[in-house]
């Protein structure tokens, strides 16, 4: 009897480990460098991986958007949120006359904290993450020639699709203590507007 008692621990020793392997955290990679609409995004923010993943509250809160400014385009912005990791972050790229200039370096400058037509009339970085200094989420912000953003593919026809690939590094600057400043490094986006909404993110 022993021996079938031990055999029947061990097998419900096992199969709860197989079934605690299954709801681990999937291995987050930074993803590689691409320009085909892989709908992939990454960056380190002071070290820490972001990737987009999950989805919020609401069914229109994707982990990933590329959203058009308004009017005539001048500007296009870029929305990253983690809904899945515990202390999640977002970062926020504003890029400005991305239509009219297209495939180019462009520098990243002055935040006011805010996006849209709140924002300022150039490229910025906006960012939330936790910081366990102060156990809260904080507020960063770009700050002149505090980085730059290279877009390597930007294959854009209105209505019909939208290739948009970039890498980026820049440094941010705390919204309530200017001595506390971030580094967002080897950051790298490649989207497929056409397909983005329906990703699954992991």
Do not use: W
């Amino acid at each position: 009897m022993k021996p079938t008692f031990l055999i029947f621990i061990l097998t419900l020793f096992l199969s709860g480990c197989s079934n605690d392997s299954s709801t681990k955290e999937p291995n987050l990679t930074l993803p590689p460098e691409t320009q085909v609409g892989a709908n992939t995004f990454g960056c380190y923010i002071n070290g820490k991986l972001l990737v987009p993943r999950g989805f919020g509250l609401y069914n229109g809160d994707y982990p990933a958007l590329i959203l058009a400014g308004y009017p005539s385009e001048s500007y296009s912005e870029i929305d990253i949120r983690d809904y899945k990791s515990k202390n999640a972050s977002r970062i926020f790229i504003h890029i400005q006359s991305l239509v009219q200039n297209g495939e180019s370096l462009y520098n990243i400058d002055e935040s006011n904290g805010q996006t849209d037509i709140d924002g300022l009339n150039h490229t910025y970085v906006n960012c939330k993450i936790f910081n366990e200094d102060t156990n809260s989420y904080q507020y960063y912000r770009s700050f002149d020639n505090s980085g730059t953003l290279k877009i390597t593919k930007y294959d854009f026809i209105p209505s019909v699709k939208l290739i948009l690939s970039g890498t980026f590094n820049c440094k941010l600057r705390n919204s309530i203590n200017p001595n506390d400043i971030i580094e967002v490094t080897q950051g790298r986006f490649d989207f497929n507007g056409a397909t983005l909404h329906s990703t699954n993110f992991p």
